[in-house]
């Protein structure tokens, strides 16, 4: 990096709402990580306030932004019909303005148009840029709304690709899966993370047994993060009942956005289980105490994915110490095995349920693993990984 001025990024994502889930946490907190190592980083997002998936397009405000954006150099440009494309031409227009004063674009995720609209300025604006898929790329993924993949890739999408200076894989597995996208480009394999020190001193569990579950005092299955298709929902509620049968009292919690519509049929299928008094859908509860109170309040934490690139509520619910179980879809599901720092279970009822019954079973185990999860979280923190991506920004430069 120059040592006379501090290198400046433009970060651009399609929203910056902290119930979008991962990847605008993970843009917040990076960049307040790299202000401590000389980078001055700007976000450019639309005001979407929920995922383009939603049924319902919504205007996200100050206060649902990810913890700390207000520290940060933030821009929110309108979108327009198509709003599942997150057009916006107000943000072309920004971005056609400031591209050239950065010497870094990092573009977050595929597919939409303000990923289209950050490649077209930085080739035109000759600046170099970093594309970050966060999953995206995944086979899982590629299957779904395959036809306009396929549209958009050879429209601008594959362009986009081979035109980076760098893709920027969050694990060896990702790395693994998208070995066959625009395979001369290089790969950088930097890790996201967390902000360690903000899940060690968790407050007591009893208000959100409390205010959420009626004063429960049973075990806690937790499901922190957003209802969605791609993280098998409908697995956890067959594992859980499984789970159940042994563990009565035990009670299955979603605290997230349910964007997608999902609820009611997830309850149906608890309905036809037997066990809809057992399972609790919370919503997204406000505020940063909210996430904390939950984890303090889980004995077993799980997530039966379809496909996770790296999966930030993973790592925050190591970090708070909480036992895990995920499926080996997850993709730094083969990192945790390795560290036995959580259970990586196979996603058929039968097997995930098992995982979850081991953990209420035994509260030995539950310590051993939450005390290595915490560990194994510490090097996912922040202040551990900024380096690292200061690198790519400074690589990409060149």
Not at 66 to 89: C, I, K, N, W, Y
Not at 228 to 254: C, N, Q, Y
Request: glycine share 8%; hydrophobic share 45%.
């Amino acid at each position: 990096m120059s040592a006379d001025r501090p290198l400046r990024v433009l970060q651009v994502i399609p929203s910056l709402a902290a119930r979008t889930g991962g990847t605008a946490e993970s843009v917040v907190q990076s960049s307040i990580a790299l202000q401590n190592y000389g980078l001055e980083t700007t976000i450019f997002a639309t005001e979407l306030g929920s995922a383009v998936s939603a049924r319902q397009p919504s205007r996200v405000s100050a206060s649902a932004l990810p913890s700390g954006a207000e520290e940060l150099d933030v821009r929110l440009f309108p979108t327009r019909r198509p709003h599942s494309f997150a057009f916006s031409p107000e943000l072309y227009r920004a971005l056609a303005k400031a591209t050239g004063g950065y010497d870094v674009v990092h573009i977050h995720s595929l597919f939409l148009f303000p990923q289209l609209a950050a490649y077209r300025q930085a080739v035109r604006q000759r600046v170099p840029y970093v594309v970050t898929p966060h999953g995206i790329l995944d086979p899982y993924h590629r299957q779904h709304g395959r036809l306009r993949k396929q549209v958009t890739d050879v429209l601008w999408q594959r362009r986009l690709l081979e035109g980076a200076s760098a893709l920027h894989l969050t694990s060896d597995e990702e790395a693994r899966l998208v070995a066959d996208v625009a395979p001369a480009v290089p790969r950088v394999i930097a890790s996201i993370g967390v902000h360690w020190p903000r899940f060690q001193n968790l407050p007591e569990p009893e208000r959100f047994r409390r205010e959420q579950l009626g004063g429960h005092s049973g075990p806690i299955v937790l499901h922190l993060g957003r209802v969605s298709h791609k993280k098998g929902p409908d697995v956890l509620i067959r594992s859980f009942a499984v789970a159940s049968r042994e563990f009565p009292e035990a009670r299955l919690v979603f605290v997230g956005p349910d964007d997608e519509g999902l609820t009611p049929k997830l309850t149906a299928l608890a309905a036809e289980l037997g066990i809809d008094s057992k399972v609790t859908f919370t919503g997204m509860l406000p505020g940063e105490d909210s996430k904390l109170q939950a984890l303090a309040a889980a004995d077993v934490w799980a997530l039966s994915s379809n496909a996770e690139n790296f999966g930030i509520a993973v790592a925050e619910a190591m970090a708070a110490g909480r036992a895990i179980v995920i499926s080996p879809l997850v993709n730094i599901a083969p990192e945790i095995a390795r560290a036995n720092a959580g259970l990586v279970c196979e996603r058929s009822p039968e097997a995930f349920g098992a995982g979850i019954a081991s953990l209420l079973r035994d509260a030995g185990l539950r310590e051993e693993l939450g005390g290595r999860a915490r560990e194994f979280a510490k090097g996912y923190d922040w202040a551990a990984l900024a380096p690292g991506l200061a690198q790519v920004y400074d690589g990409a430069r060149r």
